[in-house]
C-alpha cells in the first residue's frame, strides 16, 4: 500500500510542477494585460481633432507602458519559476542525496539505518526499497551469523567427542547437524543474491 503512495507521488510532483508553471505564466501574462488596459484612457474626447490627438498620445504612451508592464511580468515570471524550480528540485535532490549516503552504507555493511524524508518530499517508493533491502539483509545475516554459531557449538562437540574417541552414531549425528545448518546458511546467501 505504501508503495503505491510513493509512486503516486511522482505523478503528482510532475503534474503539479507544470500546473504551478502555467499558473505564473498566466498571472503574469494578466498582470501585464491588465496594466495595458488600466493605463488607456476612458474617453478619447469630443470631436475629430481631439480624438485624434489623443490617439497620438496613445499611441507614444503605449509603447512605453507596454514595454514596462511585460518587462515587468516577465521579471516576475522568471523570478517566481527560478523560485519554484528551486524548491521542487530540493524535494528530489535532498532525497536522492539520503538515498545515497544509505546505499553507501549498506554497500559498507551498516544495515542499521532507515531512511526518513520529509512530508513534500519525492522518491518515497524508492526510500521504502531501500528500507525493505536493509532490513531483509539485516534479518538474513541474523540468520546467518545464528547458523554459524550453532556449527561452531557443533565443532566444537565433534572435538570432544573425537578426544573422547565417541561412537561412530553420535559423529556421524553432528557432522549431519553441521551439514544440515551448512545447506541453511547457502540458501540465505542464496536469497540474499536474489
Known amino acids: 500500500m505504501s508503495r503505491a503512495i510513493g509512486l503516486t507521488t511522482q505523478k503528482n510532483y510532475r503534474f503539479l510542477l507544470y500546473a504551478y508553471s502555467l499558473v505564473i505564466v498566466l ?70 542525496y539520503r538515498i545515497g549516503q544509505e546505499a553507501a552504507r549498506i554497500a559498507r555493511g551498516n544495515l542499521a539505518g532507515i531512511i526518513k524524508f520529509r512530508k513534500h518530499d519525492n522518491l518515497m517508493d524508492m526510500a521504502e526499497s531501500m528500507n525493505d533491502v536493509a532490513s531483509q539483509y539485516r534479518e538474513h545475516i541474523g ?34 547437524e553441521i551439514t544440515g545448518k551448512s545447506n541453511a546458511i547457502a540458501d540465505c546467501l542464496a536469497e540474499i543474491r536474489t
Open 143 to 176: 540468520a546467518v551469523l545464528e547458523h554459524l554459531a550453532f556449527i561452531e557449538e557443533q565443532s566444537q562437540k565433534m572435538s570432544v567427542l573425537v578426544q573422547e574417541e565417541s561412537d561412530e552414531a553420535t559423529l556421524k549425528q553432528a557432522a549431519e
Open 27 to 96: 498571472l503574469g501574462a494578466s498582470f501585464a494585460g491588465l496594466g495595458v488596459i488600466w493605463s488607456l484612457p476612458g474617453n478619447l474626447g469630443e470631436g475629430y481633432h481631439n480624438v485624434q490627438a489623443m490617439l497620438r498620445g496613445i499611441q507614444q504612451m503605449l509603447f512605453f507602458r507596454i514595454t514596462l508592464f511585460y518587462s515587468i511580468a516577465i521579471l516576475i515570471i522568471v523570478v517566481a519559476m527560478v523560485v519554484l524550480h528551486l524548491l521542487y528540485s530540493h524535494r528530489i535532490a535532498g532525497p536522492a
